[in-house]
């Protein structure tokens, strides 16, 4: 039964009102009710942490340092006087992002040069920046509850840094080694994330995650030839969701 999102819950009806209070489970609550059904004891599908983490790269680096995930070096620039400090910490080429609600590719940047970084720090606050690596592909994994359904590499086309989709990445089904599995499996349940899309890359021999995708595209899954939502069905009947 979908009730659908009202931004003010005085907007249901008693009936409805009744039903999200007294049901066993309410999936996707968006992230408006997510933590207000947690702080009730209420279960949800994705967790709270999927929504508290989703599209916040700031809040994800911290998450990855303080678990001892491998992440490529980071940091956060707030204000001018710390702005000021970035080439303290990194040489240039590096990379540089939208720090919130960016996603798909957009608002990533290759910094090679000062004026790179001139124009990238007069549009974006604060600055997130992070050591580039020179990688050609990367491999997105989607974990769902406590299972991987889906895994494949992503490639970047010619000339271009990125590998997203949206940004003309190719979607590739070439097998994915076991130990990039079990590593997101690893880090989906350790974050407390139960429906995303993680992007690990390897460079010099040692795997990173880039970030987690809570909004992730369902290209991969097409292109595989399986039914995104199907298999979220067949996970809901089988109780594994």
Known sequence: MTLGVRPNFCDYDANEKALIRNSEKVYY???LYADL???M????????HNYLF???KIKQTALFTLLDISHPQTRVFYGKRQK??????????????????????????LIRTKKDLD????????????????IKRDIRVVVIGRKVVHAYWRVATEGEF??????????????VPRPVLDLALHIACAC?????????????GQYYVLEGNMKYGKEGFRVAGMDFYEIMEDMIEKGEI
């Not at 000021?84 to 940047?109: C, E, H, T, W």
């Not at 007069?122 to 690596?133: D, F, G, K, S, V």
């Open 54 to 56: 989703s599209q916040d």
């Open 162 to 175: 990125r590998t997203n989709v949206a940004m003309g990445g190719t979607v590739r089904l070439d097998p």
């Open 84 to 109: 000021v400090k970035i080439l303290n910490y990194f040489s240039y080429p590096f990379i540089a992002k939208q720090a919130r609600g960016s996603a798909m590719g957009r608002d990533v940047f």
């Open 41 to 48: 004891g209420k279960k949800i599908f994705p967790s709270v």
């Open 37 to 39: 059904l947690d702080a």
């Open 119 to 134: 124009e990238y720090l007069h549009a974006y606050t604060p600055a997130y920046i992070q050591t580039y690596l020179p």
């Open 29 to 31: 609550p968006t992230g």
């Open 192 to 204: 407390g994330w139960n429906d995303v899309g993680l992007d690990i890359c390897e460079h010099e």
